[in-house]
Every structure is written in structure tokens, then in C-alpha cells.
């Protein structure tokens, strides 16, 4: 077997594990969200939605060549970068372990996953030339039967969790939208996405690179495992946030546009989706 082989079996292991280890314990509602009051989503609503959305992106291929963006720049220099940003993936969830999810967290995650991978890039290039992670989109129709069906399976549908969490002022609320916005919508999808996961394409191609990125993504919500039931905890980080990275790493590798899964994203995470809904 291949080595893109072996680590496709590998990353998808990991999921089957995660998801075995939740149904042998009993452990039907698993945590998706951090925030106090928030209710658990059952394993079908934490399944289903991404998988439908990753299928349909299967059948509906993009009618123009989609980029292949760094494909071109030097071996060498790509795995620099690829550990550069493997340190900055593994450094974030020990910083919010350190720091909590309080108002450094923003600042941990804006130094962390922006800052340095910038500031590395600019000294692994040199001379080089600059690097363009995000080609503009070639698609916008294509992605749209993926994502119509991940919404209303995710957002919709009996699936859907109820909204039961307290809500701040709407000051604060508009406040802490706009923040989570930028650094969870946007942040997150151009480092774990266009960043990360671009260059373990190259590097060792489709598959080994979304699974190991949705995995790294998955690590990122370590803050959601209780100490008391850490094997639980990572399983269900790894069904809930691993099986939704899956989603929007197989999105970008499938359409290239950083658009459609910030957008996806976006949803998940802005309160007032759900408050329309």
C-alpha cells in the first residue's frame, strides 16, 4: 500500500474509533459547543449533516479546473512552512489550556494562528517569491447542492439542537458575534483550510491532508472535554469538530472557494442563525 494509502487509513481509523468508543459506552449526545447552556447534539446530528454534504460534493464536480496553489514552490520550502504551521496547530490548544476561553483567548488565538504563521512565512521565503494560499474561486454554483444540504440537515431539520443557552445584552452579543466572525469564520478556515491543509496536499496528497487537517482542527476544542471523562471528551471532539472539519476540508479541497466554507462556518457559529430559525 502507498504511503497516501497508509495515511488515509490511518486519519480514517481515527474517526471509526471515535465513533465505535461513543456507541460501546452508551455516549449518545456529545458536546458541540463550548458556550455555558448550550444543549448536545446526538451522534446522527454530529454525522450525518457533514456526510450528506461531502457526498453531494462527490457527485457535483466544479465545471472549471480548479487551482492547485502552491503546487508549484519548492519542496523544501513547503515542509518549513507545513511544520511551521503543525508547531502553531499543536501550541493553540496548550495556550487555551494556559490562558481559558476569557478575553485572552481572541488574542491567543489572533498571535497564534495569524501572527506567527505570517511572520514565518515571510522569513522561510526570503527572497523567494510570495505564495498565494487562496486562488480566486473558478466555482460558486457547484458547492451550493453540499452546502443547501448541510444546512437544513444541520440547521433545520429534527437533527438541529434547540437554542437553550442564556443570552448576553445585544450589545455584547453583537459584540462577541463580530469577534467570533472574524477569528472562528474566517481565522480558523484560512489557517486550518487554506494554510495547513493546502500544503499537506502537496505534500502528501488529498486525503492524508484533510483527515490530519480536520483532525488538527478537532484538537482545537480541547477546552470542550471534561477532565473527568477525558476519553469520552476526545471522541466526541473528534466526532463532532473532526467530523465537521472533514467536512469543510473535503469543501475546499473539492471547489477551492475560501468563501463557501467561511460562510459554513459563519452559520455554525453565529448565534443569530439559529435565532432566525
Known amino acids: 500500500m502507498s504511503r497516501t494509502g497508509l495515511l488515509t487509513g490511518a486519519g480514517l481509523a481515527v474517526f471509526v474509533l471515535a465513533y465505535a468508543s461513543l456507541i460501546l459506552t452508551g455516549t449518545t449526545v456529545i458536546r458541540q459547543s463550548a458556550d455555558p447552556g448550550a444543549t448536545g447534539a446526538t451522534l446522527w446530528a454530529a454525522l450525518l449533516p457533514p456526510l450528506a454534504a461531502v457526498i453531494l460534493a462527490m457527485l ?4 472549471a479546473a480548479v487551482p492547485q496553489p502552491l503546487a508549484g514552490l519548492p519542496r523544501p520550502r513547503l515542509v518549513r512552512e507545513t511544520w511551521l504551521l503543525l508547531a502553531a496547530a499543536v501550541a493553540f490548544p496548550v495556550a487555551v489550556a494556559l490562558v481559558g476561553r476569557g478575553l485572552l483567548y481572541p488574542v491567543a488565538k489572533i498571535a ?3 501572527v506567527v504563521p505570517l511572520v514565518g512565512f515571510r522569513l522561510i521565503r526570503g527572497d523567494g517569491p510570495a505564495a498565494r494560499s487562496v486562488p480566486r474561486p473558478v466555482t460558486w454554483l457547484a458547492p451550493l447542492p453540499a452546502v443547501v444540504a448541510w444546512f437544513l440537515l444541520a440547521e433545520v ?3 438541529s439542537p434547540p437554542l437553550t443557552q442564556h443570552l448576553p445584552d445585544p450589545v455584547t452579543l453583537a459584540i462577541g458575534s463580530l469577534i467570533t ?3 472562528a469564520g474566517v481565522l480558523e478556515e484560512v489557517f ?3 494554510w495547513l491543509q493546502t500544503r499537506l496536499e502537496v505534500l502528501y496528497g488529498r486525503w492524508p491532508a484533510i483527515l490530519a487537517s480536520a483532525l488538527l482542527f478537532a484538537a482545537m476544542h480541547v ?3 471534561d477532565p473527568e471523562a477525558v476519553g469520552i471528551g476526545i471522541a466526541s471532539v473528534v466526532a463532532a469538530q473532526g467530523m465537521f ?3 469543510q476540508g473535503y469543501l475546499w479541497a473539492r471547489y477551492r472557494n475560501i468563501w463557501v466554507i467561511i460562510l459554513v462556518h459563519a452559520i455554525v457559529n453565529l ?3 439559529d435565532m432566525l430559525i
Not at 60 to 63: D, L, S, Y
Open 271 to 273: 448565534i443569530y442563525v
Open 112 to 114: 497564534i494562528l495569524l
Open 157 to 159: 431539520s429534527p437533527l
Open 223 to 225: 477546552s470542550h472535554i
Open 192 to 194: 486550518y483550510r487554506a
Open 181 to 183: 466572525l472574524l477569528t
Open 245 to 247: 472539519g472533514l467536512m
Open 60 to 63: 457535483v464536480a466544479p465545471r
